[in-house]
């Protein structure tokens, strides 16, 4: 079951595509050095004593601020500021661990650094699974929900992960979605992509969760929420303010390969339904150029 919040803000989407408007939210989902010759005598007497080792930082762990209570939760809405930027946006490398919380964690800006909103184990009553995109001794890094190429870090604890064998690599000039299991491509099909002014977001995102489509313009095939939001919200439809990029089938197939969505990922029947058989929640979308 989807959130009771997703379904709510879809159906106003989904009324409007019913008379001719697509869908934005439904559919559209992470190296020595040798010497030579003898070493020369030293005295003992005149050797210096070995300097203790620098610490790295690896061997040291920004300790995590006291979060407030009273932080925001990130939820279906766009989530808080003063998160950073995803340094590896284009990065096409799989992310194949994905993190779930287990209770309300503290999401940070940086390892030690400032508690910017908790993560709930679930948004809006869907279990959260997000993909880890870095790590440093204590701390974990996964891309944010509902936010665009933005990442938290997160401490030790309250969590647990989860294996991610699939990805989906978008490309928005050639108008085509790759499916890839441990690494290896396993099937590709045209998409229809955001209109000009409603682009779909470029950069990393994930599969949020899945709802059944209430209107037969959706091909009567279930409805993929991603992580990503519009990069311009006022583009949008006012019926559509608000929601997420989506991932989903078209009752025909008249438009793959072009630029007509408001800013959602649109494929065939028959391939929707093989990645709703397939994919996990948390599993990574990433979006090129």
Avoid: K
Avoid at 44 to 54: D, E, L
Avoid at 187 to 209: E, I, K, Y
Avoid at 237 to 259: K, M, V, Y
Avoid at 282 to 287: H, L, N, R
């Amino acid at each position: 079951m989807l959130f009771d919040r997703l379904i709510s803000r879809w159906t106003l989407g989904w009324l409007l595509a019913a008379f001719g408007v697509p869908l934005l939210l439904a559919a559209a989902l992470l190296v020595g050095r040798a010497l030579t010759g003898a070493p020369a005598p030293v005295s003992v007497a005149a050797a210096p004593p070995p300097a203790p080792p620098s610490p790295t930082p690896q061997e040291s762990v920004p300790p995590a601020a006291p979060a407030p209570a009273d932080l925001p939760v990130v939820t279906y809405d766009p989530a808080p500021t003063g998160f950073p930027a995803d340094p590896g946006t284009a990065d096409t490398r799989p992310l194949t661990e994905g993190l779930t919380p287990q209770r309300r964690i503290a999401a940070y800006d940086a390892p030690g650094g400032r508690p910017r909103a908790f993560l709930a184990p679930t948004i809006s009553d869907v279990p959260l699974t997000v993909p880890v995109v870095d790590r440093q001794v204590g701390w974990t890094a996964v891309l944010l929900p509902s936010a665009n190429r933005r990442i938290a870090w997160l401490p030790a604890g309250g969590w647990t992960t989860v294996a991610l064998p699939d990805q989906l690599v978008v490309e928005r000039r050639a108008h085509r979605l790759t499916w890839y299991r441990d690494g290896a491509p396993v099937h590709s099909w045209p998409v229809s992509l955001g209109a000009p002014g409603q682009s779909t977001p470029l950069g990393r995102t994930f599969v949020l969760g899945r709802t059944p489509p209430p209107q037969e313009v959706y091909g009567g095939v279930d409805i993929f929420a991603l992580g990503a939001v519009p990069d311009d919200p006022d583009a949008v439809p006012t019926g559509l303010r608000g929601a997420h990029i989506g991932l989903h089938s078209w009752h025909d197939d008249d438009t793959l390969g072009e630029d007509v969505t408001n800013g959602c990922i649109r494929l065939t029947r028959s391939g929707q339904r093989q990645l709703l058989a397939a994919l996990h929640p948390g599993t990574e979308v990433v979006v090129l150029a």
